[in-house]
């Protein structure tokens, strides 16, 4: 198999970029699309519903539908969704992901850390395998990669993982590579969710009832042995906790339902009609996991389900924003990184210690 061309190799050459380092963070999420528009949202679902760890029916039958049928409906009625919560600097998912990679780089400095942070999408740009192309030519030689999703699921995690896989498979000279599965039960990602359910309990009063709205996913891949309703449970009892909250005061959510099969349950939109046909007259809605505010948190859930809620009889509903660039979710983020960097050369090199290999380089080069 032919492999992509190398930079050229050299002896103990410095790491370029913005700063001196051969370690670096790679921080994936979902990915965009470029523009709300429907071309640019056919581009984009064609790649992600194309992915088999997203859509798990066999592929000829579900490349017909998709093609005949999803990419020829779904791009206007979703652009029309994505125009909704644009923002003059693009999608809010890549703004806060952009904004996250800078802010996790300069939290891993303030700790003595000297790692690149990158952000990368699964989906769209910019894409994985072209970030990694541009730090190895930058000199990195180790990469965490981070996906941020704090539960585990094949349908993003996984994908994250496949894709970087993808990338090595044609490489020649690969970094070292590890993977962040996971941070849903890690008491900083949960005491900085609960931070800002308090924050905003302190602004705008509590409501009656605290929902947490997790994204859901088809229900057939929990019992084929998929972590993520537990992992979702975990979280949101997790935060139930650190909130003092009693049973009845809070509950887990599924939203998103995407297709006709059955999702994960409760889903959030009937269980919120339900709530306030019921007599509740308020509530705070949380989506714990999403790691920055997308068309899925502003839109489904902070317009629609919104409306419905109030419908339905509901008086007040308080959406409170996910951890975005939360300095607490940001600090969570930068522990997490850092127990995972353990052993990785992240600490300037002392000034004998690069006497010592700039006196190699140069022998190297020599005798080169
Ligand atoms: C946070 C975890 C997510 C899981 C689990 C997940 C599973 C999943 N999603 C779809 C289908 C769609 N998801 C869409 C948007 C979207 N999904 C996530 C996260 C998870 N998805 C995010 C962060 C976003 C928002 C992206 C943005 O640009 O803001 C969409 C696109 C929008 C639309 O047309 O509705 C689809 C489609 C499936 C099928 C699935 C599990 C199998
Ligand atoms: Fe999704
Ligand atoms: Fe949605």
Redesign the pocket.
Known sequence: MPFQPEPPYRHGSAPAGPIATDVAVLLC?????DAPTAPA?RR??GQ??ADPR???IPRLVWMAILHGIILRV?PA??AA??AT?WTPEG???KVWTEKQAKLLQGQLGERGLRVRVAAAMRYGQPAIGTVLDALKRDGVKRVLVLPA?P?Y?G??TASVIDDVARWALKTRHLPELRFINRYHDDAAYINALAATVREHWQRDGRAEKLVMS?????ER?LHLGDP?HCECLKTGRLLAEALGLKPGEWKVTFQ?R??KAKWLEPYTEPSLIDLAQKGCKSVDVICP??A?D???TLEEINQEAREAFLHAGGQRFSYIPCLNDHPSGMRALAALAERHLQGWPTTPPSPDALALQQERARAAGASA
């Open positions: 999420n979902l990915g965009t699309p949202l984009y679902l992600f519903l997203v859509v798990e779904r009625k979703s969704k994505y919560v999608s809010p998912l999703y539960q699921s349908a993003t997790f994204h859901g996913m088809p891949t993520y998103s995407f297709g996991g999403f920055a997308c068309l899925e």
